[in-house]
């Protein structure tokens, strides 16, 4: 079946730094979802793109929906204890059933006080 | 505002007996509704997913069964379960028509003993 790549699976950081993460794919997405899950509860969603190219910012993040619409990547910058958690990036490919949103395996990022 | 409601949060259950996990979504109409599983250290894998009444499209063959009896619930279901369903189950909804972005659920987590 279809697949993301997303990568680092897993990060550890000094507060303050930057982080990025990214997912790819040999297949054309339509749109790039990115969610943080803490442990016990459910994705939240950060940020979601449409376009590709689109560059969009949500506080501290930053997102990107790749220009050959087949990758995205998302900034951290300054990172703080509570970024801690699981990040996905989820597409939906081009010309895809209404259920077809396929999910990455996740970056877990650790931040060190 | 829209908000979703699942139960119970976690859940442990003999193999060979029945599953009910029910999912509610409040100050939205004819949502989309969706489950899914998520298996340590995987992404999120889509089992079911509803555009309205008695409507369910099943994506993943298996030892489970959804059924949406009223427009805002949703409940997953098992006759006799199986060792291999355990895991972190997740309903989510979306507006109505599209499909994303999705908002989750807190999450059950069942664990078959």
């Known amino acids: 079946g279809q697949q993301l790549n997303q990568s680092p699976q897993s990060m550890f950081i000094q507060e303050g730094e930057d982080v990025s993460m990214n997912c790819t794919s040999s297949s054309i997405f339509n749109t790039w979802l990115w969610y943080k899950q803490e442990p016990g509860e459910g994705p939240v969603l950060l940020i979601a793109?449409?376009?590709?190219?689109e560059l969009t910012s949500n506080g501290r993040l930053t997102a990107q929906f790749g220009i050959t619409r087949k990758d995205s990547f998302l900034n951290i910058s300054a990172s703080i204890p509570s970024d801690v958690g699981i990040y996905f990036c989820a597409g939906q490919l081009s010309g895809g059933s209404q259920g077809n949103l396929i999910f990455g395996k996740g970056t877990k990022l650790s931040v060190k006080p | 505002s829209q908000t979703i409601h699942q139960w119970p949060a976690t859940l442990v259950q003999p193999v060979g007996s029945p599953l009910s996990l029910e999912c509610t979504v409040e100050g939205t109409s004819n949502p989309n509704l969706y489950w899914y599983r998520q298996a340590a250290g995987r992404g999120l894998q889509l089992l079911f997913y509803?555009?309205?009444?008695?409507?369910i499209s099943s994506e993943v063959p298996q030892n489970l069964s959804a059924s949406r009896p009223q427009d805002r619930q949703f409940i997953l279901s098992s006759k006799k379960l199986l060792l291999s369903d355990s895991g972190f189950y997740l309903c989510a909804w979306s507006v109505t028509g599209v499909m994303w972005p999705l908002h989750f659920g807190n999450g059950t987590r069942l664990t078959v003993t």
């Open positions: 793109l449409y376009k590709a190219g």
């Open positions: 509803s555009v309205g009444i008695g409507q």
